[in-house]
């Protein structure tokens, strides 16, 4: 077997749980193979390098062998080599750090947890220095 489709492809090397949800991504315009947006249904080659962009990162993969049976784990190596820049993982890294600051639509209110984190994280250090007991009473007098 010398070609596959890129749908059956990302789903036997484990790039993505499901063939459906790689047809998607396909659809979506996440997948490209050499540059070239990808449909589901697009056929790879040895030597093709396909670019996954799953946000905040896009990854890239070397196909080695095209197959379109789904393999165990230990074999994904033999089939395909990741080939992303080191620039993706530090940015995936920095979007885990500051993870709480951008929730995901549709997540809901924050927990109690999240807002003390996003409080601590927004509020200044120098902040808790100052006493802030006015006395206004001095003030009307002065007027």
């Known amino acids: 077997m010398s070609e596959a489709r890129i749908d059956k492809w990302m789903w036997a090397v484990r790039i993505f749980k499901t ?4 047809a998607e991504a396909c659809k979506k315009g996440r997948i490209s193979i050499n540059g070239a947006l990808a449909k589901a249904a697009r056929s ?7 670019d ?4 905040p990162v896009t990854y ?11 393999v165990g784990a230990k ?3 033999e089939m395909m080599e990741n080939v992303t820049r080191p620039d993706q993982y530090e940015l995936l890294e920095m979007s885990r750090i500051s993870g709480f600051v ?5 997540t809901g209110r924050p927990t109690k947890k999240d807002r003390r984190n996003l409080e601590e ?4 250090e120098f902040m808790d220095d100052f006493d ?3 006395d206004f009473e001095d003030d009307e007098a002065d007027e």
């Open 19 to 22: 063939r459906t949800i790689a």
């Open 44 to 50: 790879v080659k040895p030597g093709d390098i396909i």
């Open 52 to 55: 996954v962009r799953k946000p």
């Open 60 to 70: 890239s993969f070397k196909v080695l062998q095209p197959i379109e049976k789904r």
């Open 75 to 77: 074999l994904v190596p």
């Open 102 to 106: 951008n929730r995901a639509k549709g």
């Open 121 to 124: 994280f927004t509020t200044p």
């Open 132 to 134: 802030f007991d006015f």
